[in-house]
């Protein structure tokens, strides 16, 4: 938690497939899952144009449909994939903003057959004069699709809408059926101008911090291997490690040591809430809480042992120093309080 509140970072980069990719999701997801017909419960309609995806090394964020009116809210994407099995626009609003996306150069995959039995639900679509069938029709009619013709994929202005006619739960139930997601999304990739590739792993950088995750189910080749000096957030013991292996179903958050300047003391990592106070001269003061009576730890880059580390005004004893790696290692009980610490050189 502590790392947590340090990830508003300036420098974020992931390494692994390819980024600007989004699944688009709707609040009525929630609605479609009481009788008479619920759609499915185990939500495959979105995992199974997700996952595909994510196993193959793409980090797939999704994308909240209400919120395409927002100023700026798609620009970070060029490719969206979009159905209405199990889920509907509350408004019709979000399909001209849709439509002004692939405009302006975006790609929409839309995985729909129209089998969904919501899709005859008295709504904005059927009624006050509208006579659609389904959400999709008054979609495409702004995306100037033509029924008269039947096909699969046009240019919307500068972007383009790719139509995979098929139920994406159906499609999350095979290897075929992931396979299909994995195509058509590379080729709206490509035809958005990005560079595809893939991945067996998730790797993000924020900062000193980096994210990382070897995938199961994923795509064959050596896992990702990380060399330097790192401390993994998982390992209570906040030991170095030179070596990471992202086998698949490894997990790891790991704080970059070569990011940390070894010229004067600098807080890293710890097991309590740690407020930096004051950093001069020989001296580094933090005001440190906790929840009562469970282990703390605390790791600071150290440029030489230190004289004294007091809490509260009492000295800590339960210290450790590696003059190789300049790291101190303070160890003490917690309390709720928010007590003084100071590190003396």
Partial sequence: MEALNDMKQERIEWDC?????GVL????LMFQRGDPTPSDPHLSQIYGLAMPLLKHGLPVTTVQLENVALPHFLESYRVLLLTYQGMKPLTPEVH???ASWVKRGGILVVCEDDSDPYNTVREWWNSNGRHYRTPREHLFEQLGFN??????NWQFGSGSVLWLRRNPSDLAKSEAGAAAVVAIVKQAAQKGGLSWHDSNYLLLRRGPYLIAAGLDESIAGEPKELHGRFINLFDAQLRVQNDIRLAPGARYFLRDLQTASDAKPQFLASACRSSHIHNEGNSLSL???GVGHTPAVLL?????APRSVTLDGQVVTNTVY?????LLWIRFDNDARSRPMVINY
């Fill in 17 to 21: 497939g390819t980024t600007g990719v």
């Fill in 96 to 98: 001209s903003q849709l």
């Fill in 147 to 152: 029924p008269a013709v039947d096909r699969t």
């Fill in 300 to 304: 600071v880059q150290a440029p030489t």
């Fill in 322 to 326: 590696s003059s190789g790696d300049k």
């Fill in 287 to 289: 005001a440190v809480e």
């Fill in 25 to 28: 999701v709707s609040d009525s």
